[in-house]
């Protein structure tokens, strides 16, 4: 800390110490003066009440020599300056000769006492010192004969003030000294330290001095600014990567998407308007941690892509409230800003009910519409009271959208999936002016199945409501555009991919979503040993093996686990000598498990893998590792990392994000995918082994395979799905939507000519 500041700081301390002494010392001295003289009014009362006994006898004899003698011997006592006598017509009889000289006559008081009979006291200057005088009636036989005055000397009391001034300020001086060296001391030690090694990390950061930053200071005092300190830092860092990013693509000619290249689009593209992002799931949730509210990011790719869109324009992102917290941390709107550590857009949550969430979510989504347009032998159940819970969710979540639009011109709207299937055509029936785009994320079935569905037509109808229906491939735009031509009348155009219903045009197009390609890892020094890190992750399961491969899923049906579990329990029949070898992990987040269909699925898996464990395992070994958990992004990136081959075998899917997930993980350029071809995935990542899930014999031969491929082929088909998974990331993903529907020309309302 500066010196200046210190010196400032301990001149600051003391005046305010000596002010607050001053103050107390005033109060303390006025309290003392005010004793002192009530303690002297109370001993000259009593003198004179004993005095009257002996004076007004000698007074009614009028011996004046008695009374002199009287007044002289009271008049020489400690702190007693004197003792007047007077007669009732006022004159004096006999005084204290030491008062002679001083005394200019009779005091207004003595008169004012002898006519009200009354005691009278008063502190006065006599030369030039300060004198209390009592004055005290003489009675004889009920009769005022006279009157009887005392003179103390006050001057013991301001000298004892004066002490009491002296002591107190030198006292408060004692302390002032004390307490500056001691805050001296406690500043340089509690706060000059923590702020200079906060001043170093933040120099070492902002110069790039150092690798190794400083500690920042952890004590409680200096805990808000180091979580502040920290999300800057961590602001910095990632402006400063997207910028060195930026430069080098502008160096070598490229053109990838990063987060700062799609907020500079979207920005240009939304010309200032709008938008808003409608999704069911919310991007931030608050929940209970104890007794502490924990703010949680749900992992999902599609946070990943939207985020930087909504920073770029200062959006709103209207999503179902599920947090057991949420409640708590928005204002009585339901809003609140987000992200928490560096607010850049607005979150506005949807209270539903638990009747609403069972029928609109649990009932007619996914016990509906998931198995409907997955196609995996599950068969959908559609309830007409789940339809009705479907449909005030959706004309709830409209009015949400509508009241946060009030004001804005040309809005842009993107809704997010199967659960808003009716919510396009409700917005834009209220705001024709608004830009509207629904991204269907799932797959879209063929018109036969979709025929299923009692209420196709309602949500064909709800769906081309918007300007622009995106789907993953192609194949689904294709499924979509036949289903509303066999449903509903219409124009469909096939050159443009377009539908002309009610005066409205719908364009349908294939957006394949994708993952945030990893900045490239820093160089740590030391190298990473991919065998070493494996055997590590393989003895914290319990298994021995020199192979490992790795597959992540929510445990839901149309993700083929079963027959995943089948093809590697028919690979170690077929090729024995990796019994013992291979070990297969599976890790299985738990998903709608009261839903019966899910319940019951996941007791099936867990089975499977009982079973085929129990048929091949031995004392350190096992072939399946069913890892039956939520586990986040960054728990599962090591997985990804050492394993010899990742399995997705979809049995139907839009996209399978784990495909491009375990791509732009294996920045060792190692590893192998086996893709379904039944997953969008399989468009793009044509260097992976294509594999029909439902062929247990071709599964089991694709690990053979993958485990046996030379290391060379290996790279080059990593290499070459790495760079399609880079230059087709999630942030272009975004990109071309946002692109499509800004370009897309909307009805403007005509203005209403004044009457």
């Known amino acids: 800390m500066d010196m200046r500041v210190s010196v400032r700081l301990i001149v600051s301390l003391i005046i305010g110490v000596t002010l607050v002494a001053f103050v107390f010392a005033h109060y303390q001295v006025r309290g003392e003066k005010r004793a002192l003289r009530n303690d002297l009014e109370r001993r000259a009362e009593i003198l004179a009440e004993s005095l009257e006994e002996i004076v007004a006898p000698l007074l009614e004899k009028r011996s004046r020599k008695d009374l ?149 200071p952890q004590e409680d005092l200096f805990r808000p600014l180091t979580q502040e300190v920290a999300h800057f830092a961590k602001s910095l860092a990632a402006a400063r990567a997207a910028a060195e990013e930026e430069a080098r693509l502008r160096e070598t000619a490229e053109s990838l998407w990063t987060p700062e290249r799609l907020r500079v689009h979207v920005s240009g593209k939304l010309r200032g308007n709008p938008l808003f992002v409608v999704s069911n799931r919310e991007p931030y949730m608050h929940v209970h941690r104890g007794k502490a509210v924990e703010v949680v990011v749900p992992a999902s790719g599609l946070v990943t892509g939207l985020e930087p869109i909504l920073r770029a324009c200062e959006g709103t992102w209207i999503a179902h409230g599920a ?27 949807v209270w539903l009910s638990k009747e609403q969430e069972e029928g609109y979510y649990f009932g007619f989504a996914n016990e509906g519409l998931w198995p409907l347009c997955h196609i995996a032998h599950t068969r959908p159940v559609f309830r007409a009271g789940d339809w009705e819970f479907y449909r005030s969710v959706n004309v709830k979540f409209a009015e949400a959208v509508l009241e946060e639009m009030a004001g804005s011109e040309a809005p842009a709207v993107l809704v997010q999936d199967y659960h808003f299937a009716l919510l396009p055509r409700l917005i834009k029936e209220k705001r024709p002016d608004a830009r509207v785009a629904i991204f269907w994320h799932i797959p879209w079935p063929n018109p036969q199945a979709f025929g299923i569905c009692p209420w196709q037509r309602d949500l064909l109808d709800g769906l081309l409501g918007a300007d622009l229906v995106g789907f993953h491939i192609q194949a689904h735009c294709n499924h979509f555009l036949e289903t509303v031509d066999q449903a509903l009348e219409c124009r469909i155009d096939w050159e443009r991919f377009a539908v002309s219903r009610r005066d409205h045009v719908t364009l349908v197009r294939p957006f394949p979503i994708s993952v945030a390609f990893p900045e490239r890892a820093e160089d740590s020094g030391a190298p990473r040993s991919l065998y070493t890190d494996r055997a590590a992750i393989l003895r914290e399961l319990g298994v021995k093996a020199a192979f490992m491969g790795v597959g992540v899923d929510r445990v839901d049906y149309t993700k083929g686990i079963m027959e995943r579990f089948r093809g590697i329990e028919r690979f170690l029949e077929k090729y024995p000598a990796y019994q013992g070898r291979f070990t297969f992990v599976q890790i299985g987040a738990p998903s709608r498990t009261h839903i019966k269909r899910y319940h019951d699925f996941l007791a099936e898996v867990e089975a499977e893998a009982e079973r085929i464990n129990w048929r091949f395992q031995t004392t350190n070994w096992r072939p399946i590792a069913f890892l039956k958990r ?36 294996r920045d060792d350029e190692q590893g192998v995918l086996v893709l379904s071809c039944f997953a969008g995935a399989g468009r793009e990542l044509r260097d992976a082994l294509i594999v029909n899930p439902y062929d247990i014999e071709q599964l089991a031969e694709a690990v053979r395979f993958a485990l046996e491929m030379e290391p060379e082929e290996c790279r080059a088909r990593m290499r070459r799905m790495r760079q399609v998974v880079r230059e087709h990331n999630v942030y272009r993903w975004a990109g071309n939507l946002i692109t499509e529907l800004a370009d897309i020309r909307v009805e403007r309302p005509e203005a209403t000519p004044a009457a």
């Open 630 to 665: 939520h586990h986040s992004h960054q728990e599962i990136e090591p997985y990804y990392r050492v394993a010899d081959l990742c399995m997705v075998t979809s049995l139907h899917d839009g996209m399978n994000l784990v495909a491009k997930e375990f791509v732009a993980a």
């Open 68 to 216: 002199q003698r009287v007044v002289e011997r009271f008049g020489n006592r400690e702190r007693l300056a004197g003792v007047v006598v007077y007669d009732s017509q006022g004159s004096t009889l006999a005084i204290t000769s030491g008062l002679v000289t001083r005394l200019p006559g009779r005091p207004a008081m003595v008169v004012r006492a002898t006519a009200e009979d009354a005691g009278r006291a008063e502190f006065l200057t006599l030369g030039a010192r300060p004198m209390h005088v009592y004055a005290q009636p003489l009675h004889r036989d009920g009769t005022v004969v006279g009157a009887l005055a005392i003179f103390d000397d006050a001057t013991y009391i301001e000298a004892q003030s004066a002490r009491l001034w002296r002591d107190t300020f030198l006292r408060v001086l004692v302390q002032t000294l004390f307490i500056a060296l001691a805050t001296l001391l406690i500043v340089r030690w509690s706060i000059v330290g923590p702020i200079g090694r906060t001043a170093q990390w933040m120099r070492e950061l902002r110069t790039g001095e150092s690798r190794e930053a400083s500690p920042l």
């Open 323 to 349: 947090g057991d917290a949420d409640r708590e941390a928005v204002d009585e709107q339901g809003r609140l800003r987000v992200p928490p550590d560096e607010p850049h857009y607005t979150l506005r949550r």
